[in-house]
């Protein structure tokens, strides 16, 4: 077996492991309130870690560039309560601009 | 979302997940262009595509492998950047019902922006919802790879058109309403700050997996 389909067996296997061990072991059980509570601070804190480490990080260093223009002209937009679509349209337009531009 | 009308929440999940799936088309194409550069047939490509459904972590792995690295490198390297799906699966969990198999496979249609678009402002996942988004993310994430593999050649290289940017804007819409509750704030600061702070110094991944960890011990403390 090449080393690429023993990368695409093993990196699968793994990933489907991730994806369904909780469902797997803890599905479907009404969580109690202390749990709850953790489930509940999980969305934030990643959503708000995915925004920050792609908007401010190229690879392994903390950089501002076209990228991070596009998210400010987003965030500028759902200030003003503009839907999610404007939004994601305009930090696509914004960060190529500044690309081009650049 | 309620669960009254199920093929109703299925075609809003997809509905809200369509300009977002149209974005990830692009992305997969760049993937099949960029798999076989790097040693995967079309099928290998396709079938990581199909099975392993997360962008981010296959081409990590594609390019530890094109530059050289060892297939245990290229496999832990994608792993690390999946170890977040732990945590959401988990917060899946008790919204996925009926038997394992079931639970399991519903699952694997997990990604960040499935669950992002299927998690309600409570955090709770709609299971239908997540059914029509996951669905309409894997038809473009799959179709594009496709594409790209027939292709053979960069049709549009997404961050040309900026694409890569949009990601970051899709979280953050979804952020917004979770930042009305001083709980939310505080996770999402958290989350932040820690993400950023170990960036520099931390293999990619485990800032994400942090992020979520450091959320958990602050709510449990709280």
């Known amino acids: 077996m090449s080393a690429a389909w023993a990368a695409v067996v093993l990196v699968g296997l793994g990933t489907a492991a991730l994806k369904g061990a909780g469902p797997l072991f803890f599905g479907g059980r009404t969580p109690g309130e202390r749990l709850n509570r953790l489930l509940e601070a999980l969305a934030p804190a990643l959503l708000a870690a995915l925004v920050a480490t792609s908007t401010a990080a190229d690879g392994g260093r903390l950089a501002l560039d ?7 002209a987003a965030a500028l937009l759902l200030a003003f309560r503009a839907p999610a679509i404007a939004a994601i349209a305009a930090a696509a337009a914004v960060a190529a601009l500044v690309r081009a531009a650049a | 979302m309620s669960d009254a009308d199920p093929s109703d929440a299925v075609l809003a999940g997809a509905r809200a997940a369509a300009p977002i799936a149209l974005v990830v088309a692009v992305f997969g194409a760049s993937f099949g262009v960029l798999a076989p550069a790097a040693g995967f047939s079309p099928a290998a490509a396709l079938v990581m595509s199909a099975t392993t459904f997360a962008g981010s972590a296959q081409f990590a792995a594609v390019s530890v492998l094109a530059e050289g690295g060892s297939l245990a490198a290229a496999v ?3 792993l690390l950047l999946n170890a977040r799906y732990g945590p959401i699966g ?3 969990a008790p919204a996925l019902r009926g038997g394992p198999a079931r639970r399991f496979f519903a699952a694997q249609l997990l990604v960040d ?5 299927a998690a309600g402002p409570s955090g709770r996942i709609a299971p239908r919802r997540l059914l029509g988004a996951g669905g309409a993310l894997y038809l473009g994430w799959v179709a594009g790879t496709a594409a790209g593999l027939a292709a053979g050649t960069a049709v549009a290289s997404p961050a040309a058109l900026g694409l890569d940017a949009a990601f970051p804007a899709l979280f953050l819409g979804l952020l917004a309403p979770l930042l009305r509750s001083p709980a939310g704030r505080r996770a999402a600061a958290a989350g932040a700050v820690i993400g950023l702070a170990l960036t520099p110094v931390a ?3 485990v800032p994400i997996i942090a992020a979520a960890l450091g959320a958990f011990a602050g709510a449990a403390r709280s």
């Open chain 2, 203 to 205: 293999p990619p991944g």
């Open chain 2, 113 to 117: 922006e499935s669950w992002a678009i």
């Open chain 2, 90 to 92: 988990l917060s899946a």
């Open chain 1, 66 to 72: 076209a990228r991070s223009a596009g998210v400010a």
């Open chain 2, 76 to 78: 832990a390297a994608a």
